[in-house]
């Protein structure tokens, strides 16, 4: 019928969405925020998508409406769903990069045998490097 592609349109939009937010966790900080983006033009497209079968549900037979609005009334509820994860996810992101920033600039450096060694490490990676020379020295 005339409401399939809005359909079409929907189930491809949450899949696209749910795809692209699975590899967030495992994904490096740059790649984080372009998920994100990717994600939220795929969110404001499915917002988009459900005001437009809004109005045509107003144009179908009147014992249709009742079944579509409710078809709807889910399409929405999984919007709102997304929304809240990408909201998160953000938050998580941002903290991370505050993390990151707040440290100082040298985060990125490691000392190996006294000499600085700029090794891309994360500031993990320097602390727990710190420990292991500890270790060592006990």
Same mark, same amino acid.
């Given at each position: ?6 359909? @079409? ?25 372009? /998920? ?17 079968? $809004?109005? $045509? ?21 999984? /919007? ?5 994860? /990408? $909201? ?18 040298? @985060? ?31």
């Amino acid at each position: 019928g005339e409401l399939d592609d809005y359909e @079409d349109a929907f189930e491809d939009g949450f899949q696209s969405l749910k795809t692209n937010l699975d590899k967030f966790s495992k994904a490096q900080l740059l790649e984080k925020s372009q /998920i994100l983006k990717t994600a939220k033009r795929n969110l404001t497209e499915l917002e988009d998508n459900a005001k437009a079968y $809004k109005q $045509k549900i107003f144009e179908m037979p009147k014992n249709q409406e009742k079944n579509l609005m409710d078809k709807l009334q889910g399409y929405n509820q999984k /919007i709102s769903e997304f929304k809240a994860e /990408i $909201k998160t996810k953000e938050q998580e992101m941002l903290a991370s990069k505050k993390e990151l920033d707040g440290d100082s600039d040298d @985060d990125n450096v490691v000392y190996s045998n006294g000499k600085l060694d700029y090794n891309k490490m994360t500031s993990k990676q320097v602390i727990n490097h710190g420990f292991n020379t500890q270790d060592k020295s006990k």
